[in-house]
């Protein structure tokens, strides 16, 4: 079978709404949120090898340099979980090409990880039944299962268990990448230090947020989307308020720092409207070119490949 492979296109996440709760005692925190997947997409070649695993990595638009291609690749780490899984080797090489920003808030190593449990799953024909395939997706990461699954999904527990919502029509965003990344655990660390002696409340999805999507209303979505994350994103990254500022006064329909950040996402009415925004954040704040993509999409889906 060496030779035979499997091409996987799986999406970036943002968070329409993200609600954080108090630190647990297992280290994590309960997560109540509202992912949606959108049209920016790693690619995951997973290729049958009689060597051992290997990872490499391209990128496009994309600095790679901090993606490790060892085992701790999360990618190849679900790789092997799903062998452990069917008491098995998995001998796999797999080749990652982002797009998606590194360390960035948009889910792109936990959607390499879902790209490559499905790929491996498919090459081997191994048929891991779903909620098996989501459940090894929760022990690599909150955020995996949502990228198999895709569209806009609830997110509970600490946010792998995932539900789909209803919505109607589909919304555009202008995804601005920010040179410098932020490490998930920094920024809840930094939200906890926010907190102190004062424990966040029980985190919630807001019903506004919810009736909005239901009714396909992209104004009404604008104004209800929240990230309790943001004032620690914020606070390691003050500079991010002025950008965040321009696009709810006037700029974009909404505007939020995307999961733990440093990515911040705009939300518009239509393609006209997103060019618009990227333009007047270039020249008033200075941003690099911005990612113009919609959502809802779905989740990691096979695209190819030869057996
Ligand atoms: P999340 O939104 O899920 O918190 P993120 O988008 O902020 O994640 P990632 O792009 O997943 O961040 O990268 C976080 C770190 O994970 C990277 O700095 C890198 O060291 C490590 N990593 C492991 N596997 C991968 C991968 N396949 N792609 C990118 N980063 C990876």
């Known amino acids: 079978m060496s030779g035979a492979e499997v091409r996987v296109s799986s999406p970036a996440k943002i968070n329409l709404s993200l609600g954080v709760g108090p630190v647990r005692d297992d280290g994590y925190h309960p997560l109540a949120t509202v992912y949606q997947a959108v049209g920016l997409y790693d690619e995951v070649v997973v290729r049958a090898t009689d060597g051992s695993p290997v990872l490499t990595v391209s990128g496009e638009g994309v600095d790679v340099a901090e993606v490790p291609t060892d085992g701790s690749n999360l990618a190849l780490r679900a790789v092997a979980a799903l062998g452990d899984h069917h ?27 879902a790209a490559a449990l499905l ?9 891991t039944p779903r909620e098996e395939l989501l459940g090894l997706a929760a022990t690599l990461g909150s955020d995996v299962p949502f990228c198999l699954v895709g569209g806009t999904a609830l997110g509970g527990g600490r946010g792998e268990v995932v ?15 920010d040179s410098g990344g ?7 660390r930094e939200f906890d230090r926010l907190h ?15 009736a909005a999507l239901r009714a396909g209303d992209a104004v009404r979505l604008g104004a209800a ?5 943001e004032p620690a994103a914020v606070s390691l990254r003050p500079d991010l308020l002025h950008l965040l500022r321009a696009g709810r006064q006037g700029a974009a329909l909404g505007a939020l720092v995307s999961g733990s950040g440093p990515t911040t996402v705009f939300l ?13 954040l270039r020249s008033e704040q200075g941003t690099r070119p911005a990612i113009v993509v919609k ?8 695209t190819g490949g030869h057996r």
């Open 196 to 210: 102190g002696d004062d424990p966040a409340p029980d985190p919630e999805v807001p019903d506004e947020l919810l």
């Open 295 to 302: 959502g809802p999409v779905p989740g990691a889906r096979v």
């Open 225 to 229: 989307l929240v990230n309790d994350l």
């Open 163 to 177: 539900t789909p919502v209803m919505t109607r029509g589909e919304y555009w965003w202008v995804v601005v990448p």
């Open 268 to 280: 518009c009415d239509g393609p006209v409207h997103a060019e618009e925004v990227d333009r007047t």
């Open 87 to 113: 008491g098995r080797e998995l001998p796999v090489e797999l080749h990652v090409h982002k797009r998606i920003p590194v360390a960035g808030g948009l889910a792109g190593g936990s959607t390499d990880a």
């Open 119 to 127: 790929g491996a799953d498919v090459l081997f024909g191994l048929h």
């Open 182 to 188: 932020l490490s998930t655990p920094a920024v809840y």
